[in-house]
């Protein structure tokens, strides 16, 4: 789904490449013991090497590793097993070393491929280029003070997995996919939260245009690109830009651009212009990282079965479109749920159960799946007593309303409340005689072809028996004695 | 190789070191001499030979994940040139 941009001189493709940073689950940093939780006071998860006091040297934490590796192997990715930690140097005042301990020529993840779905319902694949570790650096603070800034550096020295993607993403809707795919990966691997707001993942835009099938354009990396919704706006203002420059007959300049989300705009980041130059060199306080193959496959026997072989077992096993099986596979735990659910039972009708309703009702009271009142075991009941009519569809939304509110079981409610449903035909014949009885103007209307009036018979029987008549069986009935 | 004067300027800005015209036509012939007894190393033959990283041959030690270390602010703070509220106060750095 490639979108275009309209120039005055043509349409222009938009080539889009992405950097995602990602905080990787683990209790220390990447080369020191201090803790990564997020939130704590300025400065107190900081040790004198993520201060970067004179001699003090790194230790890699060995979980990062493992987390970096099962996340190459979830990115369908080689794994190198041997990789070599290199100094990226750059002055910023939170980045206290004055370089930042990265992988440069040989990272621990090389090449790999995932597959996005699009809006329209079909699918593409995006190359991954890599996937290295890297320290992050600490948050600076401009708001607290005119003159100053202030610096925390409690992030400093936290591990992140930078995935670098191929520059095959070409719109808005294929950026937000890929960011939304990889998130759901790395939740699923638990590798890294995924929580955007709180920074744990941040994205970088590389962006360039060009003529339909040309040479590719100069690009500009935008950064500061925290949400869905950034990504797609960046993508937005930043392509039109360019096309605008070009056809005025000005160049792009390849630089680095910040996201302004509150005015809507990219703009240059001049300071950034000549630190680009990094010169990185092999840092010479840490040896090569090396591990076996064995230990790799070790690895692999782990894995959970991620997104994309879930929803395809769901398609195939319970016959679900590909829209409702990626629903249902959009977080793990909702996935879960279904499965218990719809294990045993009707799988088409637990999926409508839970998506439709179950999601609805927490989305409506602002719960989330694991706050839910319904256990999976509870909803499968409901489920249950639909499919073996003891209750009706129609009945079954009542009752997991009442569900929701008291957390009673489902056959418990049904009981309490005298909802099974009436199937015994001469119950339900009896009603119908009543109706009829009681309305002979509709009848003779209906008779007289005024087919509409089905409708009205079909409401009075059901209302007389308060919902609790079998729907098949009355319309049954009331055709046979309204054709006699 | 001889470094010019802009490339003597751009090493010294990126290492943030103030140089003064004086000093950087000083540093000019002993940046360059440097350069050029490093270069001696480009007469040996490296084809087919990998980028080495590090000369000795073992692995890495490895650490637990295990939060041992932090919980020092006033010791990391110690040696800033302001603070306030627990964190590190410099000029502001903003674009």
């Known amino acids: 789904m490639a979108q275009m941009v309209q120039g005055e001189t043509g349409d222009w493709e938009i080539v889009i490449g992405m950097e995602i940073h990602a905080q990787i689950s683990v209790e220390s940093k990447l080369f020191s013991g201090a803790s990564t939780t997020f939130g704590a006071a300025p400065n107190t998860q900081v040790s004198l090497v993520d201060a970067a006091m004179p001699g003090m040297l790194p230790v890699l934490n060995e979980k990062c590793v493992e987390q970096a590796v099962r996340t190459g192997l979830g990115l369908g990715s080689k794994i190198n097993t041997y990789s070599v930690f290199a100094r990226k140097n750059y002055f910023y005042p939170d980045l206290p070393q004055g370089y930042q301990i990265s992988q440069f020529e040989d990272p621990i993840v090389g090449k790999g491929e995932i597959e996005i779905d699009l809006p329209d319902g079909s699918v593409k694949n995006i190359g991954i280029t890599r996937l290295h570790l890297e320290q992050d650096a600490g948050k600076s603070v401009h708001d607290q003070h005119p003159k100053k ?336 | 190789m001889s470094l010019d004067k802009e490339s003597v300027k751009k090493v010294a800005s990126l290492a943030r070191i103030r140089m003064s015209d004086e000093e950087l036509e000083r540093m000019m012939p002993q940046l360059s001499k440097i350069i050029g007894f490093v270069e001696q190393l480009a007469e040996v033959n490296t084809d087919n030979v990998e980028p080495l990283a590090n000369v000795v041959d073992i692995t890495p030690e490895l650490r637990k994940d295990v939060v041992n270390d932090g919980d020092c602010a006033d010791k990391v703070l110690k040696n800033a040139p302001e603070e306030i509220q627990g964190y590190f106060v410099v000029p502001k750095v903003v674009e």
């Open chain 1, 149 to 484: 800034t202030y610096v925390d550096l409690n992030r400093s020295g936290c591990a992140l997995m930078e995935i670098v993607s191929e520059p095959d993403i070409s719109s808005p809707e294929e950026a937000t996919a890929y960011l939304s795919k990889i998130r759901m990966i790395l939740r699923y691997l638990e590798t890294c939260d995924g929580n955007m707001d709180e920074g744990s993942m941040r994205a970088d835009v590389n962006i360039s245009v060009r003529k339909l099938g040309g040479e590719l354009g100069t690009r500009a990396e935008i950064k500061n690109v925290n949400s869905l919704k950034a990504v797609q706006q960046c993508i937005e203002f930043e392509a039109r830009r360019q096309v605008d420059l070009i056809e005025d007959g000005q160049a792009v300049v390849q630089e680095t651009r910040l996201w302004d989300p509150v005015k809507l705009e990219t703009r240059s980041m001049r300071s950034k212009e000549e630190a680009h130059d990094y010169r990185y060199f092999p840092d010479p306080d840490l040896l090569p990282l090396t591990f076996e193959q064995s230990w790799v496959d070790e690895i692999k026997q782990t894995l959970p079965e991620l997104p994309d072989q879930k929803k395809h077992r769901f398609m195939n096993d319970f016959s679900l479109s590909r829209y409702d099986a990626g629903v249902l596979i959009a977080e793990r735990s909702r996935a879960d749920y279904y499965e218990d659910v719809a294990q045993g039972r009707d799988a088409k009708l637990a999926a409508n159960w839970v998506i439709n309703e179950l999601l609805g009702i927490l989305r409506k009271n602002d719960k989330t799946l694991e706050e839910s009142p319904i256990s999976a075991e509870q909803l499968g009941e409901l489920i249950a007593l639909i499919s073996d009519d003891t209750i009706s569809g129609k009945i079954a939304k009542d009752v997991f309303a009442e569900m929701f509110t008291s957390g009673k079981n489902a056959a418990t409610i049904v009981d309490e409340k005298g909802l099974k449903q009436v199937t015994d035909t001469s119950a339900i014949e009896a009603i119908v005689d009543e109706v009829l009885a009681e309305n002979p103007d509709n009848v003779e209307a209906y008779k007289g072809g005024k087919d509409k009036l089905f409708g009205f018979f079909v409401g009075q029987v059901m209302k007389k028996s308060q919902g609790k008549a079998n729907p098949g069986a009355v319309n049954k009935l009331l055709k046979e004695k309204l054709s006699s």
